[in-house]
């Protein structure tokens, strides 16, 4: 038991700034493409629709089940990244670290788009963090929100997220101190950890997606027969 939390402890102390580090690049380095998203989203599910915030018109019964394949999808991608750098045991976590960081920010952004969320401002940057910290399991709190600056709302976001995201891999990867065994091991826990961050920024997104949705009224383009929403005051 002793030697165990000195190894959580060790795993921490490398852990919290290469997670910080990894967030942070990943925020201003790793995007999704909107536009080439979106154009594979039409081929693969047949949608018509001509922008993301068309999404808003469909309900959970489409929009889910596309997400639930997308969070299955990133899982499994991290699942094999885990297992090759886990063959070297705590040796390769930080590394490890930083891909398993992009891993999850894309699959965020990809749940954001599907549930008809861009970011493409700094308000919409912010919101998609704010789920980022809902599925880190944090409830940052209205009154935390509204006392920061929104330039400065994300990398504080991005710091308490890191904080918390740190003690639980270093809580669960202690068992990589192993080499080779530790495969497994990295495998399966990348997996887990990725689909239980997707599916908690999945039911934040939702939520909010039926929110706007239950919020807004259809109408007709000019000159056109697409439907557009259009929030109710």
Request: with cysteine; proline share 4%.
């Amino acid at each position: 038991m002793v030697a165990e939390k000195q190894r959580n402890r060790i795993s921490l102390k490398l852990l919290q700034p290469a997670v910080l580090a990894s967030l942070r690049k990943g925020y201003q380095h790793v995007r999704v493409d909107p536009e080439k998203y979106l154009r594979h989203i039409q081929r693969a599910h047949r949608l018509a629709i001509r922008s993301w915030s068309d999404m808003i018109l469909l309900g959970p019964e489409v929009v889910d089940p596309i997400a639930e394949g997308t969070i299955a999808s990133a899982a499994r991608v991290a699942a094999l990244e885990g297992m090759g750098f886990g063959m070297g045991g705590m040796l390769t976590i930080l590394p490890d670290m930083g891909v398993l960081s992009t891993i999850t920010i894309r699959l965020l952004q990809k749940l954001s788009l599907l549930y008809g969320f861009e970011y493409a401002t700094d308000e919409q940057v912010a919101e998609l963090w704010i789920a980022a910290a809902s599925a880190a399991g944090l409830d940052l709190g209205r009154e935390f929100i509204e006392k920061q600056a929104i330039e400065k709302l994300v990398p504080r976001i991005i710091d308490r997220i890191a904080v918390r995201v740190s003690a639980e891999i270093a809580e669960k990867w202690s068992g990589r101190i192993i080499p080779v065994l530790s495969a497994g091991i990295g495998g399966t826990l990348n997996y887990c950890f990725v689909r239980a961050w997707g599916r908690r920024a999945q039911r934040h997104l939702l939520a909010r997606h039926s929110s706007v949705r239950t919020n807004a009224t259809i109408v007709l383009a000019p000159n056109s027969n697409r439907l557009l929403p259009t929030s109710t005051p």
